[in-house]
Every structure is written in C-alpha cells, then in structure tokens.
C-alpha cells in the first residue's frame, strides 16, 4: 500500500523560508512523477510544481524563482524549497505521486506566511 506522508509545515513570517518533505513508502518511487499542490480557504486545489522521474521540473508562474522542487530516490522523497515567502502562499500543502493510471495524494501540511 502506498502511503506519503508531508512534514516540514508551520507558521512563517513573510520573506522566510521552509522546506517541505514528503516521504513515499510501498512503491517504486524512482519511477513517478512527484508534485506539490496547495488549497488555500475556499479556493480550489492548485499545482505548486512537479518534477519528472527523469528530473525535469515544472513551475506555476507564481512561485517561479522563490521555490524550488527536488527529488531523493534512494530517500523516497520529495522536497519543496519555498524562499520569500508571502502571505498569499498561505495554504495546506500536498504531495502527489502519478504513474499512468495510479495518483496517490499524502494528507497534507498546513504552511501559514503572516507577520
């Protein structure tokens, strides 16, 4: 069974920084494709970045030159450097594994930017 489980979460003043873990357990992870998604209150779910099996990595315009997305496969990990932190990044955070037709999601990391 596949289980992904986000750590890394919590408050930050705006400008900071955080890096948020996702740790992948029961598949090949080396073979996903690995990505990060935020909802924020009464918005839909959004795509944050994605990064490929091969490494290949993809951005929304509007956290493009402040985060940053990255894998371990000998971890099982997935990673999201997130600097200059503003209060619109302000959301529940989560990791999404895909592989053809199997999409797996982890439960989530609340990440709050406020001064």
């Known amino acids: 069974q596949v289980q992904l489980v986000e750590s890394g979460g919590g408050l930050v003043q705006p400008g900071g920084s955080l890096r948020l873990s996702c740790a992948a357990s029961?598949?090949?992870?080396?073979?996903?494709?690995m990505g990060w998604y935020r909802q924020a209150p009464g918005k839909q779910r959004e795509l944050v970045a994605t990064i490929t099996a091969g490494g290949s990595t993809n951005y929304d315009d509007s956290v493009k030159g402040r985060f940053t997305i990255s894998r371990d496969n000998a971890k099982n990990t997935v990673y999201l450097q997130m600097n200059s932190l503003k209060p619109e990044d302000t959301a529940v955070y989560y990791c999404?594994?895909?592989?053809?037709?199997?999409?797996?999601w982890g439960q989530g990391t609340q990440v709050t930017v406020s001064s």
């Open positions: 999404k594994i895909t592989r053809a037709i199997y999409v797996y």
């Open positions: 029961g598949a090949t992870f080396r073979l996903y494709v």
